[in-house]
C-alpha cells in the first residue's frame, strides 16, 4: 500500500436503511483492517443518511438527490442539467479527499459518484445488496466497476459473491447462548414457543391486520407473539383500543435486530435483502411476506433461502389468519423442522461479507495506486526525453 499517505476511501449510497446498513459495515471493516485508513461516506441531504451516518461517527458529505424518472415527463427533461450538477459537486468531492477508491452501495447519490470517478480513472468498488440489481449500481458495473453481490444468482458483470456486510453484533450472533438474555430483555417466556413479526422499520399493514385478525388462534395454541408494528403504526381493536390478547405484546421498534434473531423460534417478516442476509448468517428459521409492490425483488431475494430449506414463502395476497392457522403454527410447534430450518439456514448464510468487502477494496485500491505510478513514471519519462530533445 501507499506508506507516502494514508488510503482515502470515499463510500457512496443512502436514502435507506438497506443502503447505509452495508455501508456502515464495511467502513467499520476497513478500519479493522488498515487502521489508518481515511474514510468519508457521501449522501443526500434529505436521506436517512444524515442522521445514521454521523451517528455511527462516520463524516459525510452531501450532493443534490438526482431521481432517475422512468418515463417521459418534465422531470427527465430536466434530468441532463441536474445530473451535470450533481457529478459536479461529486468531482469536488473526490478532488478535495484525493479518493483512492470509490465504494458505492446503492441510491441516488450513486450514479453521479460512479461517472464522477470515472473521469479521473478513480478505481470503482461496486456492491449490489439485492438479487436484482438497481439502476445506480448497473451504470457503475458498466464504468468498469469491481462488483460484490450479497446474493449468488445476481447478474451484475463479473461479480464476486461476499454477501451482505452487517453490524458484528448480528454476523457474531451466538443464538443459543444469547437466547435467554434476549428473551428476558423483549418480555418474552423463556419456555414458552416466540413468534416475532416484523415489517421492517416502517411496518407492513397488510401483516399487521392479518396477525391481528390469529393472535386468538396463536394464545389457543400456547404461542407467544411479539408484534414490532412499525413506528406510528400500533394496531387497535374494532373498539380503537390497542390490540390485546394472552401471550401478545406489540411494540413499535426494537433497538437492535439481534435480539429479535436470538429471542424468536420463527420470524415472520417482509424479504429486504438485509432482513434476508441476516436471517441465513445467524440461522433464524423465517416466513417471508414479499413487499407486494415494486419489482418484484423481495421475492426474489428470499428465493434461495426458500429453496435450501430455511425459511417459506407466502404471497401477500394469501397471508391471512387462515394461512397463519393452517401452516405458521404447526410450524411453530414443530421443533424439529424448525431445527432443521435453522441448520439449513446457518449453511447458506455469510457472516465475514464485510471482511470480504474490506480485502477486495483495499485490492482495487493497491492496484489503482499502482497504475498510477506507473502512469505517473511513463509521464516522467516522456517529460525528460522530451527535455533531451
Given at each position: ?28 471493516a476497513l478500519r479493522q483492517s488498515l487502521p489508518g485508513v481515511q474514510l468519508l461516506a457521501v449522501g443526500t441531504p434529505g436521506g436517512m443518511e444524515a442522521r445514521l451516518v454521523p451517528a455511527a461517527g462516520l463524516d459525510l458529505a452531501t450532493i443534490s438527490r438526482v431521481p432517475l424518472p422512468r418515463r417521459p415527463s418534465v422531470d427527465l427533461l430536466r434530468l441532463p442539467g441536474r445530473m451535470a450538477g450533481a457529478v ?86 451466538d443464538r443459543d447462548a444469547a437466547r435467554a438474555g434476549a428473551r428476558q430483555a423483549l418480555g418474552l417466556d423463556p419456555d414458552k414457543p416466540a413468534l416475532i413479526v416484523t415489517g421492517g422499520s416502517s411496518g407492513a399493514q ?184
Amino acid at each position: 500500500m501507499n506508506t507516502e499517505s494514508p488510503l482515502y476511501v470515499v463510500l457512496a449510497g443512502g436514502g435507506t436503511a438497506g443502503h447505509i446498513s452495508p455501508l456502515l459495515a464495511i467502513a467499520g471493516a476497513l478500519r479493522q483492517s488498515l487502521p489508518g485508513v481515511q474514510l468519508l461516506a457521501v449522501g443526500t441531504p434529505g436521506g436517512m443518511e444524515a442522521r445514521l451516518v454521523p451517528a455511527a461517527g462516520l463524516d459525510l458529505a452531501t450532493i443534490s438527490r438526482v431521481p432517475l424518472p422512468r418515463r417521459p415527463s418534465v422531470d427527465l427533461l430536466r434530468l441532463p442539467g441536474r445530473m451535470a450538477g450533481a457529478v459536479k459537486q461529486a468531482g469536488s468531492i473526490l478532488d478535495e479527499t484525493g479518493a483512492d477508491v470509490l465504494v458505492g452501495v446503492g441510491g441516488y447519490v450513486c450514479t453521479p459518484m460512479y461517472l464522477a470517478a470515472r473521469r479521473r480513472k478513480i478505481p470503482i468498488v461496486v456492491h449490489e445488496a439485492n438479487t436484482r440489481p438497481g439502476l445506480a449500481n448497473r451504470v457503475g458495473a458498466r464504468l468498469g466497476g469491481h462488483v460484490a453481490v450479497a446474493f449468488a444468482a445476481t447478474k451484475l458483470g463479473r461479480a464476486r459473491h461476499v454477501g451482505m456486510p452487517m453490524r458484528p453484533e448480528i454476523s457474531g450472533l451466538d443464538r443459543d447462548a444469547a437466547r435467554a438474555g434476549a428473551r428476558q430483555a423483549l418480555g418474552l417466556d423463556p419456555d414458552k414457543p416466540a413468534l416475532i413479526v416484523t415489517g421492517g422499520s416502517s411496518g407492513a399493514q397488510s401483516i399487521n391486520r392479518s396477525l391481528a385478525a390469529a393472535v386468538g388462534t396463536l394464545a389457543d395454541a400456547g404461542v407467544q407473539t411479539l408484534h414490532i408494528t412499525g413506528r406510528g403504526k400500533s394496531v387497535h381493536d374494532a373498539d380503537g383500543k390497542p390490540l390485546a390478547a394472552p401471550g401478545y405484546r406489540q411494540v413499535e421498534y426494537v433497538d437492535g435486530m439481534e435480539t429479535v434473531y436470538a429471542a424468536a423460534d420463527l420470524l415472520l417478516a417482509r424479504a429486504g435483502a438485509a432482513t434476508v442476509c441476516e436471517v441465513a448468517a445467524v440461522g433464524v428459521p423465517a416466513v417471508f411476506v414479499p413487499l407486494p409492490i415494486g419489482n418484484g425483488e423481495q421475492a426474489l431475494n428470499a428465493g434461495g433461502l426458500v429453496a435450501a430449506g430455511g425459511a417459506l414463502l407466502v404471497d401477500d395476497n394469501d397471508f391471512s389468519a387462515d394461512w397463519i392457522r393452517d401452516n405458521l403454527i404447526p410450524l411453530l410447534l414443530d421443533k424439529d423442522k424448525l431445527a432443521r430450518m435453522a441448520a439449513s439456514s446457518e449453511h447458506l448464510g455469510i457472516r465475514n461479507a464485510d471482511r470480504r468487502m474490506a480485502d477486495l477494496i483495499l485490492e482495487v485500491a493497491a492496484s489503482g495506486q499502482n497504475s498510477r505510478k506507473q502512469d505517473s513514471r511513463k509521464q516522467h519519462s516522456r517529460t525528460q526525453h522530451g527535455r533531451k530533445q
